[in-house]
């Protein structure tokens, strides 16, 4: 379980602390750290019992907190970085109900999911939005909506104030036909982990807690659409650990435009990286491309639920990973064994091409078809 220690503030004297973040070798005493953690003055905020890390927090000009950064038991110290949802929205209006009428939108038929919805429609998956939270009362959310956690706030809902989170959920497993909101995989359990507040930002520890959570929790899969520039060290371990508990993770490759450099978390070799194509099947010119990506996805002008029960336009990688969400679920709902190198064989070998790229278009029958060879594929 993530374990908390949260010490009460003196209201009169409240002095600003920097967080922390510890990653600890294996077979740490985690009781003799924290005792000394205290005694050194950085306060322990958050223990990750899944991925092995404490956060700590330190007033600035305290010195003891280099010293516990060179403790015997921990691994590496890193700063708690500020990462930051951007998306490029290529249409700002929200309307409460399709118009034209449309069952499915375009980019549930492009990966031609429908087509495999007699067969599975991704029931008993349980899939992980990390997000800005989601509003598990829209009507297309509802009927999948399975909760989840508030990693900002525990003690609340994990409700959605900024509409990224939700306009995710939908393309997912969304479920209205009257208001043209049908996701890729229309029975699989979706679960909210809010660590972005609602101007779409978080922190790096708040990431870390909620990839935790997901493990503890034993989701099947994991929606990342969100990315930053810069590495941690602290996130690849958290996704090397969610990677070998049998997670798939899929994450978006960013919203730069550039060739040949992608975000992370999609960078690090355990995520499914996805970029994005537009109607056209053309690679969108907001996508980041290149060395790293796996999968392209539709992600432009993508119709999905929004915030006071509505429905939204929007475009960005984070609209393309979704739909491969979607797929994977809708993968594991025939065949829950697999694990994710054998997922990402799976969309790997039966994508369709598009234009000169060596990447494809994910595929929901041809991946549906090919999973009997890829179970008997060892990996």
């Known amino acids: 379980m993530t374990q908390s220690w949260w010490t009460p503030s003196n209201s009169s004297r409240r002095v600003k602390r920097l967080r922390r973040i510890y990653n600890l070798k294996e077979g740490s005493q985690l009781d003799r750290y924290i005792r000394e953690m205290r005694q050194l003055g950085v306060r322990p905020v958050r223990f990750l019992a899944e991925i092995g890390i404490v956060i700590g927090e330190y007033t600035p000009d305290h010195q003891s907190e280099i010293r516990l950064g060179k403790h015997p038991d921990v691994e590496l110290v890193e700063p708690d970085l500020r990462i930051t949802i951007t998306e490029p929205y290529m249409n700002s209006n929200s309307t409460s109900y399709a118009s034209p009428y449309v069952t499915v939108p375009w980019g549930v038929q492009r990966v031609e999911a429908e087509k495999v919805w007699n067969r599975t429609k991704g029931k008993g998956i349980k899939i992980a939005v990390i997000d800005t939270g989601i509003d598990g009362e829209h009507p297309a959310i509802k009927p999948n909506f399975r909760g989840g956690v508030n990693i900002l706030s525990p003690s609340s809902t994990p409700m959605d104030y900024n509409g990224h989170g939700t306009h995710v959920a939908g393309i997912i497993s969304g479920r209205s036909s009257e208001m043209g909101i049908i996701g890729v995989a229309p029975k699989a359990s979706i679960y909210a982990v809010k660590a972005f507040n609602r101007k779409g930002s978080a922190n790096l520890s708040d990431l870390l807690t909620a990839i935790n959570w997901c493990i503890e929790n034993n989701m ?91 429905k939204k336009e929007m475009s960005g990688t984070s609209m393309a990973v979704p739909h491969v969400s979607g797929i994977v679920a809708l993968i594991l709902g025939i065949d829950g064994t697999l694990n994710p190198e054998q997922v990402r064989y799976l969309l790997l070998r039966t994508s369709r091409r598009i234009e000169a790229e060596d990447i494809g278009l994910v595929n929901a029958v041809q991946a549906c078809k090919s999973l009997q060879k890829v179970a008997r594929r060892s990996l």
């Open 220 to 310: 099947n899969v994991i929606n990342m659409s969100f990315g930053m520039e810069k590495v941690s060290e602290s996130l690849r371990h958290a996704i090397q650990v969610a990677h070998k508990k049998g997670i798939v993770m899929i994450a978006a490759s960013g919203n730069q435009g550039l060739n040949g450099r992608i975000d992370y978390p999609a960078r690090f070799p355990e995520t499914i990286a996805v970029m994005s194509v537009s109607m056209d099947n053309g690679i969108s010119s907001f996508s980041n491309r290149g060395k790293g990506v796996d999968v392209a996805a539709p992600g432009e002008k993508i119709p999905s639920a929004w915030l006071n029960q509505t």
